[in-house]
């Protein structure tokens, strides 16, 4: 049925260049979207077209901090020290997660509390958050906890894959929170806890793709029980199926 749909879409692009057809222009450009933009049809594609594993990581942290300053970092190998304050900014790339290629979807969130009631949203869409606070500013590590709280309560999910990072390492010099607190915070949350640099570069990789792993063992155990759920069923219906034959 798709094979003659496209040879008849040929057959009337054809008439339109050598203006011999009297088809209308809008059935025109409807028949092509038919083709070409049906959900059917493009669930119908051989697999391995855009068939790559998409992990959405949501970055949370108050203004500051350097959220910006890392994904940047991470997407382009550059470090920007002064940014505009951000609303929402999304980025995406392909990457190499130990051997497979994947793509990962990031989400830059505002930290700052004007845009506390939007947030929800996205976190809502997110499968896995990079909370950020500065090692030089005890403000912004104290706001982690209602950043934590915040993406529990619309996640419904206390295994949510999650990091606790502390940036800008490389002002050791300007240290405000040590890293025994963090670490025991961390230890509280049953995550990890990662110290970076966004202007050195050190652990930037290390945190994007730690949580990847994270949320790709999420959705592995999440597969697995689904699957055992439809097996039990599908065991349960065979079972009642018997005992109506019998």
């Keep these: 049925m798709h094979r ?27 028949l092509y979207l038919q083709i070409f933009h049906n959900p059917k049809m493009a669930a119908n594609k051989p697999k391995g077209q855009n068939s790559l594993a998409l992990h959405k990581v949501i970055m949370v942290g108050s203004g500051g901090v350097g959220k910006s300053a890392l994904t940047l970092q991470f997407m382009y190998d550059e470090f920007v020290e002064d940014y505009e304050p951000t609303k929402a ?84 010099d300007k240290r405000q929170v040590s890293i025994e607190e963090a670490k025991n915070r961390a230890d509280q949350w049953n995550v990890n806890y990662v110290e970076t640099s966004a202007k050195t570069r050190a652990n930037v990789d290390k945190v994007f793709f730690d949580l990847m792993r994270e949320i790709r063992a999420r959705k592995m155990e999440d597969s697995k029980e689904k699957n055992g759920k439809k097996k039990r069923k599908s065991l349960a219906k065979r079972i009642r199926e018997r005992c109506c034959i019998l």
Aim: charged share 30%; hydrophobic share 40%.
């Design 4 to 30: 003659m749909t496209k040879l008849a879409f040929l057959q009337i692009t054809e008439n339109v260049i050598l203006e011999r057809s009297s088809v209308p222009v809008l059935g025109f450009f409807i």
């Design 89 to 172: 900014d999304s980025y995406r790339k392909k990457v190499v997660l130990d051997g497979e290629e994947v793509q990962i979807d990031i989400l830059d969130t505002a930290g700052q509390e004007d845009y506390a009631a939007i947030r929800d949203n996205y976190f809502r869409s997110g499968e896995g958050f990079l909370c950020v606070f500065s090692i030089t500013e005890l403000e912004s590590f104290a706001a982690t906890a209602d950043f934590r709280e915040q993406i529990l309560r619309v996640k419904e999910d206390e295994n949510v894959p999650f990091l606790l990072v502390g940036n800008k390492s490389d002002l050791e």
